[in-house]
């Protein structure tokens, strides 16, 4: 069975700090996929990013990045000078290579920038 | 550029009314489709998925069902709303697309329900 852990709830920084959300997931898989979603206050889910299991490379842009670390199974996802408008709930989740797609979600960590 | 559409945005039912959701996405052939609710608080449940017209998977078992009438067109439905299916409820659609970017999921914007 596959599953994703959050363990971070909420946290709060100031702005400008910089802070990062951990991930951690279980799968038998060999092969999946790995991804982040901001749902900001309006509700609808914005997709950040995908990253497949053979691309161990750590990835930026612009203040966002994201180090992936199959031997710890970690997809950390780090704001650098984090702003009010970053403050959302963030998912991290994940999916098998299997034909229907179905995505198995962490329970999300709520992020709140103080001005 | 797709786009996903759901209605109502938002949705006040008594319990035992019945309930119709739609979602329709524009701008691609033959996507998978998924209904996820989300209570408040809570991380997102997986309730339905699509991979083509007709054909519905149910994730848990409950008082709703999904059906899919046309190819872009995925409809949440209930005979009897149950207090319990308060929540907000998101539909998704993935496509694969052939340079290998594809498989992840975009969301529309959602209807929030509350059940009275």
Same mark, same amino acid.
């Given at each position: 069975?596959?599953k994703?852990t959050?363990?971070?709830?909420?946290?709060s920084?100031?702005e400008?700090e910089?802070?990062?959300?951990?991930?951690?997931y279980?799968t038998?898989d060999?092969t999946?996929?790995?991804?982040w979603?901001?749902q900001?206050?309006?509700?609808e889910l914005?997709?950040?990013?995908?990253r497949n299991?053979?691309?161990?490379?750590?990835?930026?842009s612009g203040r966002?990045?994201w180090?992936?670390?199959?031997?710890t199974s970690?997809?950390n996802f780090?704001i650098?000078?984090?702003?009010?408008?970053?403050s959302?709930v963030y998912?991290?989740?994940?999916?098998?290579n299997f034909g229907?797609e179905?995505l198995?979600?962490?329970t999300?960590t709520?992020?709140t920038?103080?001005? | 550029?797709?786009?996903?559409?759901?209605?109502?945005a938002t949705?006040v039912?008594?319990?035992?009314?019945?309930l119709?959701?739609?979602c329709?996405?524009e701008?691609t052939s033959?996507?998978n489709l998924y209904?996820?609710r989300?209570a408040?608080g809570?991380?997102?449940?997986?309730l339905?998925?699509?991979?083509?017209?007709?054909? &519905?998977s $149910?994730e848990v078992?409950?008082? =709703? #069902?999904? !059906?899919?009438?046309?190819?872009?067109q995925f &409809?949440? $439905?209930s005979?009897?709303?149950? =207090? #319990?299916d !308060?929540?907000?409820?998101?539909?998704?659609?993935?496509a694969?697309?052939?340079?290998g970017?594809g498989h992840?999921q975009?969301?529309?914007?959602?209807t929030?329900l509350t059940?009275t």
């Amino acid at each position: 069975a596959q599953k994703v852990t959050q363990a971070q709830t909420e946290i709060s920084v100031v702005e400008k700090e910089d802070v990062t959300l951990d991930c951690v997931y279980e799968t038998r898989d060999t092969t999946y996929y790995l991804f982040w979603y901001k749902q900001p206050p309006s509700g609808e889910l914005v997709f950040l990013i995908r990253r497949n299991s053979f691309d161990e490379q750590n990835e930026i842009s612009g203040r966002y990045s994201w180090n992936f670390q199959k031997s710890t199974s970690s997809f950390n996802f780090t704001i650098t000078a984090s702003q009010v408008v970053d403050s959302a709930v963030y998912f991290c989740a994940l999916r098998n290579n299997f034909g229907n797609e179905k995505l198995t979600f962490g329970t999300g960590t709520r992020l709140t920038i103080i001005p | 550029s797709q786009t996903i559409h759901q209605w109502p945005a938002t949705l006040v039912q008594p319990v035992g009314s019945p309930l119709s959701l739609e979602c329709t996405v524009e701008g691609t052939s033959n996507p998978n489709l998924y209904w996820y609710r989300q209570a408040a608080g809570r991380g997102l449940q997986l309730l339905f998925y699509s991979v083509g017209i007709g054909q &519905i998977s $149910s994730e848990v078992p409950q008082n =709703l #069902s999904a !059906s899919r009438p046309q190819d872009r067109q995925f &409809i949440l $439905s209930s005979k009897k709303l149950l =207090l #319990s299916d !308060s929540g907000f409820y998101l539909c998704a659609w993935s496509a694969f697309i052939s340079s290998g970017s594809g498989h992840e999921q975009y969301f529309g914007p959602g209807t929030r329900l509350t059940v009275t």
